[in-house]
Structures are given as C-alpha cells and as structure tokens.
C-alpha cells in the first residue's frame, strides 16, 4: 500500500458526459501528479500540481482539468467524454515536486481509476 | 527524437531461470532512471532507481539493474524469478528539475512453471 487513496476504482460512464477522479496523496506529500494509461498512448503524463498550484503540464487534453484543493487532495475532471478517454487514470504524490530542488522525489503511486466510456 | 525504448514486448521465463529486461533511453543528457512494476489490478511500485554513484543498483524483490552510459541502457536483472514475479514491468526516465516521468512501453512478464 503507497498511501495514496483513488476513488472511485471503477467508473463506468457515456459518450459526452462528464466524471470527476479523486486522489487523496501521502500524508505530507505537497506533489500530486496524474497519468493515463490507455493500450493506445502508454503510460502518459498528464498534470502536476504542487501545494494548490499547477507545477506541469503534459499531454492532458483541454477537455480535461485538475486542481488541488487546500488539504492537498486532488481532482481530475473529464468532460465531453469519448471512447478513446477510456483509461486507467493514476494519481501518484511526492513530497515535492519543486523544480530547481536538488533531488529528485520519488513519486508513490495510486492503485488507479479504470474510466470506461460506452 | 527523445525517447524511453523497451524492446521487448512480452517475455516468457521459466520459474527459477534468470531475467534481464532491456531499457534505453535517447536523451541529450543522463536521465534518473527508475523501473517500476505492475500486477494485475495494482499500481505503480518502484523497483529501484538510479541518479548517479554506483552504476549497479540494487532494488526490492531481489531485481538489479546495471546503468551503461556508452550504450544509454539501464536493464532489469533478477538471478531467479518466482512465479510472482509476473507483472508488467516499465522503465522511466526523469530529470533534475522536471518531475514528471516518462515512461516505456512496459515489457509483460509470464512465469511458466
């Protein structure tokens, strides 16, 4: 067990509606980071947030969008759903993900959220 | 163009032989280098990782890897899997002061008994 909470771990949704994941990151962690997994991309990153604020930005479609909330949780919003959106979404935290620090963090990965659209 | 390659796509090993799983990566400078392993219906776990120093690691579950610049490899070894070594394996890359990772295909690993 990482430490880092997904819910929900299933979601099964429609073509054109919209669907909210949520991470809750390690205790103490500020760095929570989101990734799609899908047979097409690989494994992708998405978006990275530090202490509330947007720290990266990857290959996140603008359908998409995340925030991090004050207690460090997080939410990845996805909209206008598609088929090619169904995924399994991972929600990884670090305890911090500052650029220019003088190490690198290791990132602690969510079980994820297998996001299917009919 | 930069990239993280595993070659092999899935590998099959009999229980108790040895491993190697390949890794290269293309990038103009040395990335940090981390293999991380998933089971079915389970997330990312880290295995080991590199950042500099000592060119072979050591990980969890008994695996190494061996870091060779001259050939922009970082391969997987384990001297003896177990059966629940079968997973899907992934090696990725990451650097000083971008966080993200990037990730390799993965390289599916069936244990035959």
């Known amino acids: 067990d990482s430490g880092v909470t997904q819910t929900p771990k299933h979601l099964i949704t429609a073509t054109g509606q919209r669907v909210t994941l949520r991470c809750s990151p390690r205790?103490?962690?500020?760095?929570v980071y989101w990734y799609q997994q899908s047979l097409d991309q690989g494994l992708q990153f998405l978006i990275q947030y530090y202490n509330g604020e947007e720290r990266a930005k990857g290959n996140i479609l603008e359908r998409f969008s995340a925030q991090q909330f004050p207690d460090l949780h997080s939410e990845l919003n996805l909209s206008s759903l598609e088929l090619g959106d169904s995924a399994l979404y991972f929600c990884?935290?670090?305890?911090?993900?500052?650029?220019?620090?003088?190490?690198?963090?290791?990132?602690?990965f969510g079980p994820g959220t297998r996001l299917t659209v009919l | 163009a930069q990239s993280v390659t595993q070659p092999d796509i899935h590998i099959t090993v009999s229980e108790g032989a040895s491993l190697e799983l390949r890794c290269n990566y293309s990038y103009g400078a040395t990335p940090y280098l981390f293999w991380y392993v998933q089971s079915p219906g389970q997330g990312l776990q880290l295995l080991l990782k590199?950042?500099?120093?000592?060119?072979l690691v050591q990980g969890i579950k008994g695996f190494e890897a061996e870091f060779k610049r001259s050939q922009s490899s970082f391969n997987l070894r384990k001297p003896s899997v177990h059966w629940s070594d079968a997973a899907e394996y992934f090696c990725a890359v990451g650097f000083f002061g971008n966080e993200k990772l990037t990730f390799g295909t993965g390289t599916r690993l069936t244990i035959i008994p």
């Open positions: 990884a935290s670090s305890v911090d993900g500052l650029a220019g620090t003088h190490t690198y963090n290791e990132q602690f």
């Open positions: 205790s103490g962690d500020l760095s």
């Open positions: 590199y950042f500099s120093g000592d060119t």
